[in-house]
C-alpha cells in the first residue's frame, strides 16, 4: 500500500524517529500506526543493544533544586557533538524534573528508558551515569553552579542559625561564590578533620623520606615534616584553601566574617561536583 507523506509525518511527530525509519515501520505495519509505533519501538531497542558497548567520554551535568532538594546528574554520550545538541539538553533537564517530581534517590528503570528512548531517536550511545540528590533540612540552603556549559557542576550546602540570613545579598553572594571556588580548586575534602588518617600516614612517611638527608636536629625534621603536611591538607580541603575572591583569608575565615556582619552563624556542611566525562 502507499503510505502518504502525511501518515510518515504524524508518525515522526508522535515518536522522534527519523523519516525513513517511520516511513519503513508504517510500510511494515501496512500503514497501521499503532503497530507502526509498537515497530519503531522494538527498532529502538535493537538499536540501543547495539550501542551498549561504545565509549561515552563527552557529556554534560545538569543542576535543578527546588525549597526541599537539590539533584545533580551527569549524562554522558559518545561524542560533543550530541552533548551540544538541543535534545541532549531537553534530556537532562527532563531527567532533573522527574528525579524532583517523584523523588527518586537513585538511578532506576524509569529514568534510564528516558535515556534509551533518545539513543534510538539520535543513535549513539548515551548513559545517565551519575545522580546526586541532596534533601534540605530546615535551616540549610544550596548554591549551584554549572560551568562550561554543562562541563562540570558544583552544588554545596550551607546551614545557619538563622534561615532567612540566606536572603541577605552579601550571604548570597558568598555562597555563590563558594560554588565557584569547588569548581576552581576541586578540594578533596570539607576540612582536615574529614581526612582520613590513613591518608595522613602515607603523606608524612612521604614528607620524612623528602628531609631525612637535611643536616638537622630530629625534631627540626618533624616540624618540618608537619608544615608540609598542614600545608597539603589546607591545599585540599575547602575550609582551609584560601578563599577565590579574597587570598588573604581562607574559606572559613571569610565565612566567619560574612556570617558576623550578618549577624548570624554560617557553616559548610558539605559539597559536591561531577566532572563530564569522567570516572
Given at each position: 500500500?502507499?503510505?502518504?507523506?502525511?501518515?510518515?509525518?504524524?508518525?515522526?511527530?508522535?515518536?522522534?524517529?527519523?523519516?525513513?525509519?517511520?516511513?519503513?515501520?508504517?510500510?511494515?505495519?501496512?500503514?497501521?500506526?499503532?503497530?507502526?509505533?509498537?515497530?519503531?519501538?522494538?527498532?529502538?531497542?535493537?538499536?540501543?543493544?547495539?550501542?551498549?558497548?561504545?565509549?561515552?567520554?563527552?557529556?554534560?551535568?545538569?543542576?535543578?533544586?527546588?525549597?526541599?532538594?537539590?539533584?545533580?546528574?551527569?549524562?554522558?554520550?559518545?561524542?560533543?557533538?550530541?552533548?551540544?545538541?538541543?535534545k541532549f539538553s531537553e534530556l537532562g533537564n527532563d531527567l532533573c524534573d522527574t528525579v524532583l517530581?517523584k523523588g527518586y534517590t537513585e538511578i532506576n528503570d524509569d529514568l534510564v528508558g528516558k535515556v534509551?528512548?533518545?539513543?534510538?531517536?539520535?543513535?549513539?550511545?548515551?548513559?545517565?551515569?551519575?545522580?546526586?540528590?541532596?534533601?534540605?533540612?530546615?535551616?540549610?540552603?544550596?548554591?549551584?553552579?554549572?560551568?562550561?556549559?554543562?562541563?562540570?557542576?558544583?552544588?554545596?550546602?550551607?546551614?545557619?542559625?538563622?534561615?532567612?540570613?540566606?536572603?541577605?545579598?552579601?550571604?548570597?553572594?558568598?555562597?555563590?561564590?563558594?560554588?565557584?571556588?569547588?569548581?576552581?580548586?576541586?578540594?578533596?575534602?570539607?576540612?582536615?578533620?574529614?581526612?582520613?588518617?590513613?591518608?595522613?600516614?602515607?603523606?608524612?612517611?612521604?614528607?620524612?623520606?623528602?628531609?631525612?638527608?637535611?643536616?638537622?636536629?630530629?625534631?627540626?625534621?618533624?616540624?618540618?615534616?608537619?608544615?608540609?603536611?598542614?600545608?597539603?591538607?589546607?591545599?585540599?580541603?575547602?575550609?582551609?584553601?584560601?578563599?577565590?575572591?579574597?587570598?588573604?583569608?581562607?574559606?572559613?575565615?571569610?565565612?566567619?566574617?560574612?556570617g558576623k556582619a550578618a549577624g548570624a552563624k554560617l557553616s559548610i556542611v558539605g559539597f559536591k561536583?561531577?566532572?563530564?566525562?569522567?570516572?
Amino acid at each position: 500500500m502507499q503510505i502518504t507523506a502525511q501518515q510518515v509525518k504524524q508518525l515522526r511527530d508522535a515518536t522522534g524517529a527519523g523519516m525513513m525509519d517511520c516511513k519503513n515501520a508504517l510500510v511494515k505495519a501496512e500503514g497501521d500506526f499503532d503497530k507502526a509505533d509498537k515497530i519503531l519501538k522494538e527498532m529502538g531497542l535493537a538499536a540501543v543493544a547495539k550501542r551498549q558497548d561504545r565509549a561515552t567520554d563527552n557529556g554534560r551535568v545538569f543542576i535543578k533544586k527546588n525549597d526541599k532538594e537539590v539533584v545533580m546528574l551527569e549524562v554522558t554520550c559518545e561524542t560533543d557533538f550530541v552533548a551540544a545538541n538541543e535534545k541532549f539538553s531537553e534530556l537532562g533537564n527532563d531527567l532533573c524534573d522527574t528525579v524532583l517530581a517523584k523523588g527518586y534517590t537513585e538511578i532506576n528503570d524509569d529514568l534510564v528508558g528516558k535515556v534509551n528512548a533518545l539513543i534510538a531517536i539520535i543513535k549513539e550511545n548515551m548513559k545517565l551515569s551519575k545522580l546526586y540528590v541532596l534533601p534540605l533540612a530546615a535551616g540549610h540552603y544550596a548554591s549551584t553552579y554549572i560551568h562550561g556549559n554543562g562541563a562540570m557542576g558544583v552544588v554545596v550546602e550551607f546551614a545557619s542559625d538563622k534561615s532567612d540570613v540566606f536572603a541577605n545579598p552579601e550571604v548570597l553572594e558568598f555562597t555563590n561564590d563558594c560554588a565557584l571556588h569547588v569548581a576552581a580548586f576541586t578540594p578533596t575534602y570539607l576540612s582536615m578533620k574529614d581526612v582520613p588518617e590513613a591518608y595522613v600516614n602515607e603523606q608524612l612517611d612521604i614528607f620524612r623520606v623528602q628531609v631525612k638527608d637535611m643536616q638537622k636536629p630530629e625534631k627540626v625534621l618533624e616540624g618540618i615534616v608537619k608544615g608540609k603536611l598542614n600545608k597539603h591538607l589546607g591545599e585540599i580541603c575547602l575550609l582551609n584553601q584560601a578563599f577565590v575572591k579574597d587570598e588573604t583569608m581562607s574559606v572559613e575565615k571569610k565565612m566567619e566574617a560574612i556570617g558576623k556582619a550578618a549577624g548570624a552563624k554560617l557553616s559548610i556542611v558539605g559539597f559536591k561536583y561531577f566532572t563530564a566525562g569522567t570516572k
